[in-house]
């Protein structure tokens, strides 16, 4: 899957306002980054590299995974697949959003 169909798929989940107001930066490591701006609205997700509030890092295929409900995100981290890096509380409040 293509990052663009990422961002995509997260605006579509997401919406206009998600009601996170933060920033939130997932590191796909080789496949890229992208940056959900949560502080303004409409909310704004683009392929970037900016700092943020909250890093999550994990696979590209993870990532769908957990997006389609196949990955709980606490069983990611336990498990080391998802690496959380900054505000613990943002990536708390995204997990409900992805459902």
Same mark, same amino acid.
């Given at each position: @899957?293509?990052?663009?169909?990422?961002?995509?798929?997260? !605006?579509?989940?997401?919406?206009? +306002? #998600?009601?996170?107001?933060? *920033? &939130?930066?997932?590191?796909?490591?080789? +496949?890229?980054? &992208?940056?959900?701006?949560?502080? !303004?609205? %409409?909310?704004?997700?683009?392929?970037?590299?900016?700092? *943020? !509030? #909250?890093? @999550?890092?994990?696979?590209?295929?993870?990532?769908?995974? @957990?997006?389609?409900?196949?990955?709980?995100?606490?069983?990611?981290?336990?498990?080391?697949?998802?690496?959380?890096?900054?505000?613990?509380?943002?990536?708390?409040? &995204?997990? %409900?959003? &992805?459902?």
């Amino acid at each position: @899957m293509s990052l663009d169909a990422v961002i995509a798929g997260l !605006q579509e989940k997401v919406g206009e +306002d #998600c009601g996170l107001g933060a *920033t &939130l930066k997932f590191d796909f490591g080789d +496949d890229g980054t &992208l940056v959900l701006d949560a502080t !303004q609205v %409409p909310n704004v997700i683009s392929a970037s590299d900016a700092e *943020t !509030q #909250c890093t @999550m890092a994990i696979s590209l295929a993870d990532f769908m995974e @957990m997006a389609e409900g196949r990955l709980d995100g606490t069983m990611a981290f336990m498990s080391g697949k998802l690496k959380i890096q900054g505000d613990m509380g943002i990536a708390m409040k &995204l997990a %409900p959003l &992805l459902r």
